[in-house]
């Protein structure tokens, strides 16, 4: 028993590794016990079993092992961390579990795999199960694939990948164990369950009575779509929503999530491809040109028989395909035509898209074919074409197609079109874009007038589809002439289509089912999808919602689709709403007179052709004026364009009538239904008035509006024929600068460029120079956007001409068009009659390069000449090149059609003479100029030969083969090159030549796209084989690209690859991978611009990861925190640079001493910039290693030479460590003579320190740690800043000696670290030594830590980033580390905190463990236990660092602009801790003597005064912002850069220059507007409001006197105002930040505003008054409802005091009240209601009701009366117990008034027993029973106990004790801790301090609680005499304490909404107000003064006195702050 009682005593943990069984057992209980207890899935606990959980499962005791499953199971069920363990635990299952005979143990063990699966990890747990398969012993393989059954059975087949399960089944299939045959029947029934049909290929060859069985099986499954059954943890909520549908009764997601299921796997994928070119007959090439059709026959049957493997290898077929084709189209024998059409089929069939790129080669044949008659003939040659057109796109044959469509033979005419009916059927709205349907359209019409019926009925068909796939919007304009029978047989057709993607599985008569392999068709539609941006199936793959969202996903044969042919037009519909063009009829006159009557006024139809202009104006505003108010759809536009142009029309002769009636034309086309055929009545007369001075920008407008309604495109070539067509030079000039405005408000889409080329010709030729210079800005607009193929059309111009176009394109190099910002809402992308529909943003320019005009070539390209380029003769060879050339030369733009060309071409590509090659490349670029866009469909034939170039072994033929590469990738984007296998094929291919420039090409192509195909993943392998490369260039190259093809598939995919490498590579590539990871660039986005992550600043350059910190960063954290171990940033340096560096002169002569006399460093102008921009770039090496490599010491050499002394730089990079030493002593000598030079090359001196760190010799170290300190000393006198660049190649490496072991060095590196804080804010230094605390080293971590509490001691809590709370929570973890030093400085760390910064300190640190936690105690309690030392240390060093800090401030000029937050925030984090604002005290003197002399406007070093507490002093020299709240307890970073834009911004509000105003009001309403940045503006809420109301008086009293000003900028700068606060006030968080002086000042100007009369006379003035009326309202609402009611009280008080004041004034704020009154019922619970009657009380001693009953109006006594009412009633008797703020409640009418309310509210009885509470909660009736005081003592102690209401309880308690002095509140007090007994001891004692310094005060009638210790003025004496005797000072915690309770006591409460104090009572004891904003500064001084006197308090029961030497006498203090007060008079009216 000895043993059990040894392992009982342990914890859980080690109980579940105890060698004894029971104890495993036990703890394996209790883990299980714990595992169900704990709730939080994120909790710690779960990590310490991180490492057990595979013990659980693999214990060899099987009974023990049941309950360690147990256990597992609700492990991975709940922790968070679970997923972490899944391979090992799911590993030790199948190894350990499933062979174990409890049936028990295995079902537990399936559980917990499933468990994963639903945690996400499924991927793993397959991986697992399938290696289980291999596994020797048939029990674990057939529990293996029982769990793989159950899981696919549970998840679905999308969660439970199928590939890798189909692929081993026929091996299980053949197991000699019966058990594993009958699983495998299941899995294989179960996974039929899911993809059906698509299982039968892979299962073929499996034993036939296995089969037999099989189909059995299947045939008895339900037809239903199966469902999960299961769902991840991520999908649970789609999970209740499923339920809630079937519930419902309706399976409303049946259909889609069959579309969703179906195509997950495709038959096509399970199966391996074969290989069939090797198996050709070896004859077959001239069996197939033989004479005898037999042998013909013999041929083509062979090719039959390999084409029917269903998945052929990918390969060069284009032999085989031009073999077959010929056969296709010459041999008379039509049953080998068929039997090579059938070929062909198969081949595309097995192909899939690689078959693509011989689609355009055989199309045409086979379509020409179709004039066989023979029924199998064309059948073959109907499945050969549809099979082929599943292969590519449309828009890749649509050329060839409609050029067959023009054939005379009527068969051709009918098939084709037949064919056209098929093709569109596979379409969807999005794959059949405007652009590819226009041609199609106009070819059918053709046929459907036809004299052959069979030929009209497909082009029917035809178009019928074609309506039922992108609906009848998008093709009625096409058929606009079709008569209506025509019309109505399309119909008629249209709803017989069924498409492939809709319900049924189309019209089967024509499209025949052709089926070699069953679910072959899946794919189909994926591949067909392939270039045309549908983004539905860029692969067969997990199609996810594709189906259901829009019907672009695959076809599916015969499978029902909920979605069909409706989801197609459903989408296409809403576009085509957009596009739709208005059509309507031209009316005449007079019915036009007859719509406009009905909607205009009578006298404005009269008025219209007046001969008095007037008249006509008049008629003109109410025009507009109706026009205005009507609705748009009763809107007649024509009618009342008509109306307009009715004489005198555009003949107009008044210019005011003019502009009008130009204004109403553009407002009818923005509000009505505006159509073409009203544009064409107006079109004229505004082109006529275009040129004219005064209308011509009205007329612009309405030309803008008209195209806005009627298209860009048709409008402007409208407008461009009508002025061309006239002469006036004026008007041409302006609608060609319209036209240029209009392209880049519109874009570019669908504009006809052929169309205005011809009318820009004819304006270059104008006589008038305007109208040249319009036409050129016109082309530079149209350069934009077509780009530099424009320049074509103009080569033939003047040289002069030519020149001037080439300059405005210049300037235009390298802009990008501008987003459209119009057009956009009413039309679509490409809406328009020619535009391309939708295409993606990258392409933007294509569209516009497919308007050029293009010619066709192919006739050119005749067999005589490709038989010359294929001649064996060189000569011969090339002459056929030259005429190639110079066809495509002379074409300049070509149609993609170029017949045999490319195989030619291609050929020559490898031809044994390079200059041939060379040749050909060049051909090549000039074919892809010249082809454009269209050349994507060569890319595959012959731009992958191109790649093969790049393995040239010459160096010239490599460039041009990648400059080829490049032409075609900038016409065709990269999508077509890396999609299918052909790249990764190239890349396999192992030439280290093709490698390096491949690799490197695809580096640079990968950062710049958005996505990639998914076949990047197949180039992965080979990739990681060119990491391996013995060629180190492919090793670079390899490495370079590796973070950009982690970009686009992601660390995971990328990892997972490497699991087919060998062990010992797999280690090496996963470990570059995870450096790659680290400088793996962001995804460009949308805009193309480069992020800047937080990895590294903004990469602008196109290819370099993101990875050099962000210079201009301005949160510390962000930048400062580079990783010393983190990877290099892969750059690429430069060769020559390298070579340059190596190049050190060995020879010594005389000349280099001499030279020894200049300068050592040379000043380089921007030199450091440039390096900066050059590492900021990656052209060269981040600074970041772990050891310094010799790429590293190059590179620094090489970026040396330039500014260091070259022998200085010998004896730097010098082999022998003396002769560094020497180097270093040179450089010391040199320090003070070459500050600049040293500053210069600063960054470089302190990367050369970094490589000394790593020498390992001693006197180095210590001469190079002598020099920095030299350097850091320098540099802090010269003011100067560390960079962020230099930092972080700096710091980290300084930290990594910190953990020296020699004491020497460490103090060294801590002096060094100290001096840094001065050259480099303390905030981002915090980061860099945070991240020391993770080194290896324990001494670096204790060193780091120690210098962290230095930084919090020195700096305050604002050092710690990113937040004090995480950075407190990594050091906390420290105080668990096994090093005891560690330990130690971790604890002194924190306990430094917790004395700047209170208890606080454990909510920042979170949870701790017991021991931890206990041992933080200990070590603050001891702490607080020797004060004497502490201070002490800090008297010695605060004033270094604190003085050094205040005097580097002055860097701010000289320091780079980025760095001011950091030092107003150590400046301001100082002003936080009173020890430093009193250890700084004497310093604010000379501050103040700069301040006073200056006279001018204040100077920017104004952030100094931050630190004494004293900032607002000045600010209202500016503007004040009221800092009315104590310093929060978290000190956030609030501070940083915003706050001070901010504050800036803010000052300018209040500025006299109106514009000025107006642009800040505008920059904050820019920030109010936007939720995300409205949270900047916290904080700033009163000091903003201050400067608005301060701008308001301005206006009232300056500007609207001002007689010069132009009211007009008076009203816009009131509606800014206005504007702003409306919109400030619609966010109610910051709306109840607004305090209530500066409430009640906004209220004051607001209403004076609208009592001004000068504004009304004003036309807008109307305007203006409403917004305020609105924005009042705003204000009462949302404002917080304390602060308003109350300045609204103190305002009427005012009001009615003044003598000015007008009644309507009082009135007006007595309405407000009146409003607040009615909002009472809902704001009461918000409202400190002891406030607000402190104010009634005060209002009512000010108005005794005697005197308010003398006022003119009844409405100040009946609005008081009804809020008092509506109070009674709301609160009942429990108002009398707010009264709590109100001295003596005996003489205040207010109690006596409220109880005579109460009185008459309730009845005799009642309001008895409300006698006794009357008089406060503190009166208690002698006779009350002991059990009641006791009741009534536990309320106080539960209020002083509650936040809110403790001020409240505290006051009771000092009443009642001085009531019952014999009270005993001791049992109340005992069970509370310490800290409790001395808050409420210390309350009391403040309460009766008060009281009694109260009662020897003249106290003023009305003095606010507020006032009690801040306005002490006579009693200085008296508080000096309660002072500490002995000279002893307080230590400042206790006044910290004592500050707190006072500002909660006087309803202050810590937050920001207390009321200022209310300082003004000194002046005016007799009128009691709020403190107004100005009154702010007193009450700043009077906080001064209260600490100060504070200060000379003691509280002499406190023993944590502190001696210090800066005690001051009271008087002398007092003196002090009088003469500071005379000063700041002084300073306000100097400044006045």
Same mark, same amino acid.
């Given at each position: ?18 060698k ?34 595979? *013990? ?27 997923g ?38 499924g ?12 596994n ?22 999308k ?11 026929? *091996? ?8 594993v ?50 769902f ?16 419902a ?8 999530? $069959?579309?969703?299921e ?5 038959a ?18 001239? *069996? ?11 041929a ?16 060069d ?34 192909l ?49 197609? =409609? ?45 459907i ?5 069979e030929?009209r $009925? ?16 998008a ?15 399309i ?35 994926a ?23 829009k019907?672009g ?44 009557s ?41 009618? =009342? ?50 040129g004219d ?38 008007n ?20 006809n ?17 305007a ?7 016109l ?67 294509s ?44 074409a300049k ?5 170029i ?26 670029q ?36 990648? @400059? ?81 093809f ?35 660039? @962001? ?9 800047s ?58 000349k ?28 060269v ?53 070459e ?11 302190l ?23 030299? +350097? ?51 905030? *981002? ?173 204040v ?36 501070h ?5 834009t ?11 220059d ?15 507007r ?48 206005i ?12 709306a ?7 409430l009640?000042?906004?209220m ?24 305020v ?64 009657? +402190? ?78 509470t ?12 002991k ?22 309880? =505290? ?60 306005c ?30 006072l ?36 009450s ?10 504070q ?30 007060k ?9 400044r006045?």
């Open positions: 028993m000895g043993d059990d009682s040894e392992w009982m005593k342990l914890p859980v943990d080690q109980k579940c590794e105890h004894l069984w029971k104890a495993r057992l036990s703890g394996y209980e209790e883990a299980l016990k714990i595992f169900q207890k704990i709730k939080d899935e994120k909790s710690p606990e779960w990590s310490k079993f991180l490492g057990l959980i595979k *013990k659980f499962v693999t214990d060899s005791n099987a009974v023990v092992q049941l309950k360690g499953l147990e256990a597992a199971l609700v492990y991975v069920e709940n922790a968070h961390v679970a972490k363990t899944t391979g090992e635990v799911v590993s030790g299952v199948v190894s350990k579990v499933f062979n174990q005979p409890k049936a028990k143990a295995k079902e537990l063990g399936i559980e917990i795999c499933l468990m994963y699966i639903e945690i996400e990890k991927e793993a747990v397959q991986e697992e199960l399938l290696k289980g398969l291999d020797k012993n048939p029990k674990i393989v057939v529990a293996c694939i029982e769990t793989l059954r159950k899981a696919l059975s549970e998840f679905g087949s969660i439970v990948l199928l590939k890798p399960i189909i692929k081993v089944l026929p *091996k299980l299939f053949e197991s000699r164990e019966k058990a045959r009958d699983e495998a029947k299941l899995i294989a029934v179960e996974i039929y369950r899911w993809i059906r049909d698509a299982l039968r290929p892979p299962l073929q060859n499996i034993n036939p009575v296995q089969l037999k069985e099989l189909e059995e099986e299947w045939v008895k499954l339900p037809t239903g779509a199966p469902k999960p059954a299961r991840l943890r991520s999908q649970q909520e789609l999970e209740a929503k499923l339920e809630q549908q079937q519930s009764g309706g399976d409303a997601e049946g259909g889609g999530d $069959d579309g969703d179906v195509p997950q796997i495709d096509y994928e399970l199966l391996e491809a074969v290989e069939i070119l090797s198996k050709l007959p070896k004859d077959f090439y001239d *069996k197939i040109e033989a004479k005898k059709w037999q042998e013909r026959k013999e083509l049957e062979a090719v039959e028989v390999l084409v029917k493997n269903p998945k052929l290898e990918a390969g077929y284009a032999d085989l395909v031009k073999a077959l084709k010929k056969v296709v189209g010459k041999d008379t024998n039509v049953m080998l035509v068929a039997l090579a059409a059938k070929c062909l089929t198969g081949l595309a069939v097995g899939r898209k690689k078959f693509g790129q011989y689609a355009g080669h055989v199309v045409p044949t086979i379509l020409e074919k179709f004039k066989e008659k023979k029924p199998q003939v064309v059948q073959a040659l109907q499945e050969a074409i549809d099979a082929i057109f599943l292969t590519t796109t449309l828009q890749n044959i649509s050329e060839d197609v =409609l050029a067959v469509m023009d054939n005379k033979n009527p068969t051709i005419k009918q098939q084709t079109s037949l064919f056209i009916a098929r093709s569109f059927r596979h379409c969807t709205a999005s794959t059949l874009p405007k652009s590819l349907l226009k041609p199609f359209c106009a070819a059918l019409l053709k046929h007038n036809d004299s052959a019926p030929v $009925d497909a082009a029917f068909e035809a178009l019928g589809t074609a309506l039922k796939v992108v609906g009848e919007k093709v009625n304009p096409f058929l606009a002439d079709v008569d209506k029978l025509k019309l109505d047989k119909k008629e057709c249209s709803e017989k289509v069924e498409l492939v993607h809709g319900k049924k599985a189309g019209l089967a008569a024509d499209k025949k089912d052709f089926k070699p392999v069953p679910g072959r068709a899946a794919a189909s539609g591949a067909g999808d392939k270039d045309t941006k549908d983004t539905s199936a860029p692969k067969p793959g997990p199609l996810k919602k594709a189906p259901a969202a019907p996903g695959p076809p599916k044969k015969g499978k029902p689709a909920a979605q069909g042919g409706t989801g197609g037009t459903g989408t296409k519909s809403k576009k085509a709403v957009e596009t739709k063009e208005i059509v309507e009829p031209e009316l005449s006159i007079e019915v036009c007179e007859e719509k406009a009905a909607v205009l006024p009578a006298t404005c139809i009269q008025l219209l052709d007046s001969s008095n202009w007037k008249e006509r104006l008049a008629c003109m505003e109410e025009f507009q004026k109706a026009v205005e108010l009507m609705d748009r759809t009763e809107m007649p536009c024509q009618a =009342l364009v008509r109306m307009l142009a009715k004489k005198p029309g555009w003949k107009e002769t008044n210019f005011q009538v003019m502009q009008m009636k130009l204004h109403i034309v553009a407002l009818i086309a923005q509000k009505g239904n505006f159509s073409k055929t009203s544009a064409q009545i107006v079109l004229d007369g505004l082109v006529d008035k275009v001075v005064k209308c011509g920008n009205n007329a612009k407008e309405a030309m803008t509006a008209i195209a806005e309604a009627c298209v860009l495109p048709w409008t402007a070539e409208q407008v461009m024929s009508m002025a061309f067509s006239q002469k006036n030079p004026k041409q000039s302006e609608t060609l600068n319209w036209l240029s405005n209009a392209i880049k408000e519109f874009g570019f889409s669908g504009l460029v052929k169309a205005f080329i011809s009318n820009v010709k004819t304006a270059l030729a104008a006589t008038n120079p109208v040249r210079t319009s036409a050129i800005t082309l530079g607009v149209m350069y934009l956007y077509v780009g530099p193929s424009l320049r074509m059309f103009f080569e033939d111009e003047k040289p002069a001409l030519l020149s001037q176009i080439d300059a405005e394109f210049e300037k235009m190099q390298g802009q990008n068009p501008p987003a459209p910002t119009r057009g956009i809402s009413k039309h679509s992308t490409g809406g328009t009659d020619e535009g391309e529909d939708g295409e993606e943003p990258d392409d933007g320019g569209d516009a390069v497919d308007l050029l005009p293009r010619t066709e070539i192919s006739d050119k390209i005749t067999s005589e000449l490709v038989s010359k380029i294929s001649d064996k003769n060189w000569k011969i060879r090339k002459e056929g090149l030259d005429e190639v050339a110079a066809i495509i030369n002379e733009f070509i149609q993609p059609n017949g045999e060309l490319p195989t030619a071409l291609k050929g020559r590509l490898n031809d044994s003479n390079k200059i041939l090659v060379q040749q050909t490349l060049t051909i090549l000039q074919l892809a100029v010249a082809m454009g866009p269209n050349i994507k469909q060569h890319v595959k034939n012959l731009g992958i030969p191109v790649i093969t170039v790049l393995g040239d072994s010459k160096n010239n033929v490599r460039s041009a083969a990648l @400059a080829t590469v490049n032409a075609w990738a900038e016409q065709t984007g990269m999508k077509e090159w890396l999609e299918g296998e052909d790249l990764s094929e190239e890349l396999k291919k192992e030439n280290p030549f093709l490698r390096q420039e491949l690799l490197g090409w695809l580096a640079e192509k990968l950062p710049t796209l958005r996505s990639t195909p998914t076949d990047l993943i197949l180039c992965v392998p080979h990739l990681y084989s060119c990491l391996e490369d013995r060629n180190g260039d492919v090793r670079k190259k390899a490495q370079d690209a590796l973070p950009f982690m970009m686009h598939l992601g660390y995971e995919k990328m990892a997972k690859a490497t699991g087919k490498l060998k062990p010992t590579s797999k280690d090496q590539v996963l470990a570059m991978l995870e450096k790659a990871k680290a400088n793996m660039p @962001a995804k460009p986005t949308a805009s193309a611009k480069a992020t992550k937080p990895v590294g600043g903004s990469a602008p350059a196109k290819f370099q990861p993101a990875s050099a910190p962000a210079e201009d960063s301005v949160s510390g954290t962000v930048d400062s925190k580079p990783d010393p171990k983190k990877a290099k940033a892969l750059g690429v340096s430069s060769k020559t640079k390298t070579a340059q560096g190596k190049k050190v002169p060995s020879k010594t002569s005389l280099e001493d001499e030279d020894k006399s200049g300068p050592i460093f040379i000043v380089v102008p921007n030199g450091k910039e440039q390096r900066m921009k050059d590492e900021k770039g990656l052209k090496l981040k600074w970041n290693f772990t050891t310094p490599r010799d790429e590293y010491i190059e590179q620094l050499k090489t970026q040396m030479s330039s500014c260091v002394a070259k022998w200085l730089q010998d004896e730097m990079f010098h082999s022998d460590f003396q002769h560094h030493n020497k180097a270093l002593a040179v450089m010391v000598d040199h320090l003070e003579s500050k600049d030079g040293v500053i210069g090359c600063l960054d470089l001196i990367k050369w320190v970094t490589l000394r760190f790593f020498d390992t010799n001693t006197s180095v170290l210590m001469k190079t740690l002598e020099y920095l300190k030299l +350097l850091f000393t320098l540099l802090s006198d010269e003011e100067y800043h560390l960079t962020e660049n230099e930092a972080s190649s700096f710091i980290p490496y300084l930290i990594l000696k910190v953990g020296e072991p020699k004491d020497v060095i460490r103090k060294d590196v801590r002096a060094i670290l100290n001096r840094m804080c001065l050259v480099y804010p303390a905030s *981002k230094m915090f980061p860099f030594i945070m991240e020391g605390t993770k080194s290896k080293n324990s001494k670096q971590r204790a060193e780091c830590l120690e210098e962290l509490g230095c930084l919090v001691e020195s700096y305050g809590m604002n050092v710690c980033q990113p937040t004090p709370g995480k950075a407190l929570k990594e050091i906390a973890i420290h105080i668990g580390d096994r090093d005891n030093a560690v330990r130690n400085a971790a604890l002194n760390t924190i306990v430094t905190v917790y004395n700047v910064h209170g208890d606080q300190v454990f909510k920042l640190i979170g949870t701790l463990s017991e021991k931890d936690m206990s041992m933080l105690e200990e070590r603050i309690k001891r702490s607080a236990k020797r004060p004497s030392a502490a201070p002490v240390k800090q008297v010695e060093e605060k004033p270094q660092r604190t003085q050094s800090t205040s005097s580097s401030t002055n860097m701010l000029r000289k320091g780079p602009a980025e760095d001011m937050p950091s030092r107003l925030n150590q400046a301001r984090s100082m002003s936080g801790h009173p020890e430093a604002a009193q250890m700084v005290r004497r310093e604010f003197q000379l501050d103040l003597d700069e301040i006073e002399n200056d006279n001018g406007t100077r920017c070093e104004m952030p100094e005064l931050v630190q004494h507490k004293l900032d607002d002093i000045f600010e209202p020299v500016l503007i004040p912002e009221p800092k009315i709240r104590a310093v929060s307890p978290h000190f956030d970073d609030m940083s850069n915003t706050a001070s901010i504050n800036f911004i803010i000052s300018q509000v209040a500025s006299g109106i514009n000025t105003s107006i642009q800040a009001l505008t920059q904050i309403d820019e920030v109010l936007q939720e995300d940045k409205a949270e900047a503006m916290s904080g700033h809420i009163d000091q903003f409001l201050i400067a608005t109301f301060m701008q308001l008086r301005l206006i009232y009293n300056t500007h609207m006197a001002d007689e010069k000003l132009e009211k007009d900028e008076v009203i816009k700068l009131y509606s800014c105002v504007g702003n606060l409306i919109s400030l006030f619609q966010i109610e968080s910051l109840r930040e607004a305090s209530t002086g500066v009640k000042d906004l004051h100007g607001l209403i004076t505003l609208m009592l001004d009369s000068r504004i009304e006379d004003l036309e807008e003035g109307q305007q203006v008054v409403r917004s009326n609105l924005l009042v309202v705003k204000v009462l609402e949302k404002s917080d409802q304390t602060n308003i009611l109350s300045a609204l009280l103190v305002l009427l008080q005012d009001s009615l005091l003044a003598t000015a004041s007008s009644p309507k004034f009082s009135e007006l704020v007595m309405k407000c009240l009146w409003r607040m009154v009615r909002l009472l019922p809902d704001t009461i619970n918000s409202i400190n209601l002891d406030r607000i009657l +402190l104010d009634i009380h005060i209002f009512m001693k000010v108005f005794p009701k005697e005197k308010l009953k003398q006022c003119k109006s009844e409405f100040p006594i009946r609005t008081l009366k009804t809020l008092l009412h509506t109070l009674c009633k709301l609160k009942g008797p429990k108002i009398l117990d707010h009264l709590t703020m109100i001295d003596n409640k005996n003489e205040s009418e207010l109690e006596a008034h409220l109880c005579r309310m109460m009185k008459h509210s309730m009845d005799q009885t009642g309001s008895k027993s409300d006698k006794e009357e008089k406060g909660a503190s009166r208690i009736d002698e006779k009350s029973s059990a009641k005081v006791n009741d009534f003592l536990a309320e106080i102690f539960k209020k002083i106990g509650s936040k809110e209401n403790t001020k409240e309880g =505290l006051a009771e308690l000092y009443e009642y004790k001085k009531k019952y002095s014999d009270a005993d509140i001791e049992p109340f007090l005992k069970n509370s801790s310490q800290f409790f007994q001395s808050y409420v001891e210390r309350g009391l004692r403040v309460i009766e301090m008060e009281r009694e310094g109260k009662g020897r005060l003249p106290t003023s009638a009305g003095i606010s609680p507020q006032m009690e210790v801040t002490v003025p006579t009693a200085t004496s008296t508080v000096s005499s309660l002072g500490n005797t002995n000279g002893e000072e307080v230590g400042p915690s206790v006044y910290l304490e004592r500050l707190k309770i500002r909660q006591r006087c309803g202050l409460d810590n937050t920001k909404d207390d009321r200022p104090p209310l300082t003004s009572l000194l002046s005016k004891p007799a009128v009691p107000t709020v403190a107004s904003s100005t009154d702010m500064l007193h700043k001084l009077s906080q001064l003064r209260e600490s100060r006197e200060h000379q308090h003691s509280d002499l029961d406190s023993n944590q006195t502190h001696s210090s030497g800066t005690t001051t006498t009271s008087s002398s203090s007092t003196a002090n702050i009088d003469d500071l005379k000063r700041l008079e002084r300073i306000k009216s100097s006045k």
